[in-house]
């Protein structure tokens, strides 16, 4: 079973029950809202809350699963350099020392996980300065949706900031995960707004970084037939597509 129907007396709990049922997460369906239901007034004009919620293809999931132990390496590492780079003073330094002490930042964490065949190839493009990873364990420098990456590339950013002598840029990058994940991200995108247009009804998506939410709204901003927003609060926030009727 891909699909369920489910009603209930708030979407919330429609929600629940058919994920209950078909097994899954939150994180593995689309949600499409047929009716948010109703509460009436001394039980005149109750109307309960009617969800549909779809399980995702393999390639729609563009879900990457990273063990327990990479996911805490990465959450203390962040608390702990975060705290560090910002008491210690700037380092004068060079904007080439700077790419130095980031690619060697990067190859400490990839050995604290047990990766030991990294490689990393620097392009320069203006104050962007690109570093692609390579390893056969590439999945593990990804992460659950990209958030092993993203924790990366942010706490690269601290060391280049410590040592650069000019502002610049750090972007990371594994097996063109994140050109392939925006192509993903904007196919689903345009996938999701047909939907809730055939349906007229909206559809919600599983809770995504600020950055991947922007894909999406850039990616159907052409679109007269369906306004797109954010709801929640990360870590929890996620977009709606709604059509215009």
């Not at 203390?76 to 975060?82: A, D, G, M, Q, V």
């Not at 104050?127 to 990804?142: G, T, Y």
């Not at 590339?153 to 972007?171: G, H, T």
């Not at 939410?213 to 709606?240: F, M, Q």
């Amino acid at each position: 079973m891909n699909q369920i129907t489910q009603t209930a007396p708030t979407k919330e709990e429609a929600i629940t029950v058919a994920l209950e049922k078909l097994g899954v997460t939150k994180q593995e369906v689309t949600i499409t809202v047929l009716n948010e239901g109703k509460k009436g007034f001394l039980g005149f004009g109750v109307k309960p809350a009617v969800v549909q919620v779809t399980v995702l293809k393999n390639e729609e999931k563009i879900v990457e699963e990273v063990p327990q132990q990479v996911e805490e390496v990465i959450k203390e590492e962040k608390n702990i350099s975060t705290t560090t780079f910002g008491e210690v003073e700037h380092i004068e330094g060079t904007n080439d020392q700077a790419i130095e002490e980031t690619i060697q930042y990067v190859m400490e964490i990839a050995k604290e996980m047990n990766i030991d065949d990294l490689t990393v190839d620097q392009k320069r493009e203006g104050k962007f300065v690109h570093l692609h990873l390579n390893s056969k364990k590439a999945a593990l420098l990804i992460g659950k949706r990209g958030q092993t990456l993203n924790a990366l590339e942010s706490l690269s950013q601290l060391v280049a900031n410590k040592f650069s002598n000019s502002f610049i840029i750090i972007k990371l990058d594994v097996g063109n995960y994140r050109e392939r994940r925006q192509e993903s991200l904007e196919q689903l995108a345009e996938r999701m707004a047909d939907k809730a247009v055939r349906t007229g009804n909206k559809v919600e998506f599983e809770p995504m970084s600020s950055f991947e939410r922007k894909i999406i709204h850039n990616a159907l901003s052409v679109r007269v037939d369906i306004e797109t927003y954010s709801v929640g609060t990360d870590p929890n926030r996620y977009l709606v597509i709604e059509p215009i009727k």
